[in-house]
């Protein structure tokens, strides 16, 4: 993979930017409770920028994804050919390219130092079983199967510590089984705040072995620029908002992550889960937190 410098390309805040200019996006200027945001959300006709959240210093994005015409505005395509341009898009992957500076690593924070407090991490439902990180691209790497990114979502725990899903069948439980079995933790990085194409390509259930980050260069239509995350051997996007690192312990599917209400609308029944220990926040200066909520009808 090339290494090369930064150059600017759309990142989550520019398509924030262009959301707003297409009226696809509101900004909130009065303060708002972090338990609000998810109903605020729901009720918006557009998606959302609340610039003030209490007790907090970092503005939430939320809402993004809520219709077609925002997913169409997000990614700059026409409304009625998504299924068409991504489907195109993803038959041309485009590798990605290795960065040596990034706008996600403009600070850093280590070991006793990280507080997960310090982020906006909204509690979305009712019935929750705790504050949740949802929109967050977690990213590991196998040596049978390569670089693999996928969307886990993320339950607060302590300071450090994060209950993830890994429930399901995916890439990312499979790369902790072989990890967990040898009785070692998994190195992974996990990035908020990522440009649409980057999460879109993530949640696509791409076959094992795949980059999902070659998918993310098709949509994109030029490579998208990765950075080696500061404290493990784990490629995450340079121009994500915040980025958290560290490890999933072997301590398998002990940790209790949920209820959690589903996008079906239904609440979810609490699991059983692995434990992400964070041991290092990097961030831009300025970041945006993006808190994923889904339409419940």
Known sequence: MATTQSNRQED??????????????????????????????????????????????????GGLYWSRSRVASALGWPEGELGKYFAKAAAKPVPPVMVTDAPCQE?????????????????????????YISAG??????AEFGLNAGCYRMMFRTRRELGMDLFTASDLRRF?????????????????????????????????????????GGLRGEPTQLVRAKTVDVPVPAHAEIVLEGELLPTGWTVDEGPFGEFAGMQGDLKHNPLFRVNA?????????????????
């Open 137 to 142: 691209v977690a990213f590991a790497k196998d």
């Open 281 to 297: 926040i990097t961030h831009r200066r300025n970041p945006i937190f993006y808190a994923l909520q889904m339409p419940w009808e």
């Open 12 to 61: 989550f805040r520019g398509m924030l930017s262009r959301m707003e200019r297409e009226g696809q996006l509101r900004r909130v200027k009065r303060s708002v409770s972090p338990r609000h945001i998810t109903t605020l959300c729901h009720q918006a006709p557009a998606a959302l920028l609340f610039e003030s959240v209490e007790d907090y210093d970092i503005p939430v994005a």
């Open 176 to 216: 902790y089984t072989k990890t967990f079995e040898r009785n070692e933790p998994l190195p992974i990085a996990v990035a908020i705040g990522v440009h649409a194409y980057e999460h879109m390509a993530a949640a696509f259930k791409a076959p094992s072995g795949v980059n999902e980050m070659e998918i993310a």
């Open 107 to 131: 600070v850093v924070v280590t070991g006793d130092d990280v507080d997960l407090t310090s982020l906006p991490i909204p509690f979305m439902h009712e019935k929750d079983g705790g504050p």
